[in-house]
């Protein structure tokens, strides 16, 4: 009888440990794609007359496009701090972009979406530009696995000395050496790698795939050159050619979801961590805005509104267009409910589900959309928008102007002095949001712009 009973617990453990597997293996994997510097009008399918994006076009014709997907910051370590947290970055600690060295890093108090979906029985898995700690791959700051990540190759910030046989990698705490080829294939293959022999394949996955491209200093393949002949300036050939790579490589990675039949069970984020780089004319990054005002660093919306596309089979209707704003800080919140976590509920979360937007309904969000950019050139470096309404204020909260999107997406028509009741309602809405979020975040940002450790003045302007 003993025997029996023992058999059958036995055959009960079983049944329920192959339930829960077969609950997991269930669940929808997740892939986060970011690209780096990334303008608004730089995709085909977001406008560009002639940087071919071929796979991002195709890959917007099965999911829904944003018009209004905002990154959280006008530089690069805060946005994809937000990501990961669902927080404003003055709220998170990482209020501003992180030279080697610096103090300042994405911390353990922080919950952060790796390690969410981890104790969600998720696989997960990094791979590429990292840049939320100043000591990488030191033991006096946390790296990807102290934030959930199984699996992680990454580089601090640039790759170095180019996209071109990047030398800087690191995988799972132990430098890579010289890798042959350009940066964004280079991880892609790493992720299919890990998709294919490493990850748990009875578990769902997160995947974060953060390119470097098209972050300056850039180099693009021959292959890839070779389709702008007829442009004569080899800055603005080298800058196309580099957003046709990082195309290529995201083309690469669905490519490989196919072949593992993962497709159809699995949401792909794709987004931009700000706007690009330099004048667009002249200057080393000829990204696009789209037409926008202001660019990387600006508060105005070239800076922080960037392409975002969003496919999961079955939820998100092909050929799709959304004109709901959403952050990337929506994109930790939309991933849990995905994931069915729970959501922290010990702190304040910025963010909200963006899939709302995809069926034409506004995000709930707690707080409105904000955002503060030190760096931002002129006074202005701090804006805050709620409905079709945004305000720009400098950081004493002194100097204002604010707009009417809906009519106005370019920032062209300054509308204080004809709307001085939406102004004071702005004003007051701005100063309290913000006056909450640096009460609630560390005072990194009262000991400078990037922390205790100041790069001299060439590394920093590569570096930003």
């Known amino acids: 009888m003993k025997k029996l009973l023992a058999t059958l617990t036995a055959c009960l453990l079983l049944a329920a440990l192959g339930s829960l597997h077969a609950a997991e293996a269930q669940k929808s994997n997740i892939v986060i794609f970011l690209a780096d510097d990334l303008g608004y009008g ?24 944003f018009t209004q997907l905002y990154s959280a910051s006008a530089v690069c370590s805060p946005s994809r701090s937000a990501i990961l947290t669902g927080r404003t970055p003055y709220r998170n600690g990482v209020f501003n972009w992180i030279p080697e060295g610096s103090e300042f890093h994405l911390r353990t108090s922080e919950i952060a979406l790796p390690r969410l979906l981890k104790e969600q029985g998720y696989a997960t898995c990094h791979v590429g530009k990292w840049h939320l700690n100043g000591h990488f791959n030191e033991p006096t700051q946390p790296q990807p696995n102290e934030h959930g990540y199984d699996w992680w190759m990454a580089t601090q910030n640039n790759a170095d000395p180019s996209h071109e046989n990047p030398k800087n990698f690191v995988r799972n705490g132990k430098p890579v050496g010289e890798l042959k080829g350009y940066s964004a294939p280079l991880i892609v293959d790493e992720a299919t790698n890990w998709l294919k022999e490493h990850r748990d394949k009875s578990k769902p996955f997160l995947l974060s795939v953060w390119t470097h491209e ?34 290529h490589a995201f083309g690469k990675l669905m490519r490989t979801l196919d072949e593992l039949k993962l497709t159809d069970n699995t949401v792909v984020f794709f987004t931009s961590d700000n706007g690009p780089e330099g004048d667009g004319i002249k200057s080393p990054g000829r990204g696009s805005t789209g037409g926008l005002r202001g660019r990387k660093r600006a508060v105005y919306e070239g800076g922080i509104r ?22 990337g800080s929506d994109i930790f919140v939309t991933a849990v409910g995905i994931a069915g976590a729970k959501l922290p509920a010990d702190r304040v979360l910025d963010g909200g589900n963006l899939l709302a937007a995809i069926k034409g309904q506004a995000v709930e969000r707690s707080r409105p959309l904000y955002w503060r950019c030190s760096l931002a050139p002129g006074p202005l470096k701090m804006a805050m928008r709620i409905s079709d ?14 707009y009417d999107l809906k009519s106005d997406p370019q920032e062209k028509t300054e509308l204080s002095a004809a709307q001085p009741a939406k102004l004071a309602e702005m004003k007051t809405a701005l100063e309290k949001l913000n006056t909450e979020i640096e009460t609630e975040g560390p ?16 590394k920093k302007k590569q570096a930003e």
């Open 389 to 402: 309404w945004k305000i720009l204020a400098d950081e004493k909260l002194t100097q204002f102007e604010i």
């Open 306 to 327: 960037v392409p975002g596309i969003i496919r999961w089979p079955g939820e998100t209707q092909p050929g799709t267009t959304s004109e709901m704003p959403v952050i």
């Open 42 to 65: 730089d995709l085909g399918c977001y406008g560009h007359p002639i940087i071919q994006t071929p796979n991002l076009d195709a890959f917007a014709k099965q999911g829904t496009r």
């Open 443 to 458: 005072d990194w940002w009262k000991k400078g712009e990037q922390g205790e450790k100041k790069p001299d003045k060439k």
């Open 214 to 247: 098209p972050h300056y200093p850039i180099k693009a393949a021959p292959e890839f050159k070779a389709k702008y002949p007829d442009l004569s300036d080899d800055v603005q050939r080298e800058h196309h050619a580099n957003v046709t790579q990082l195309d």
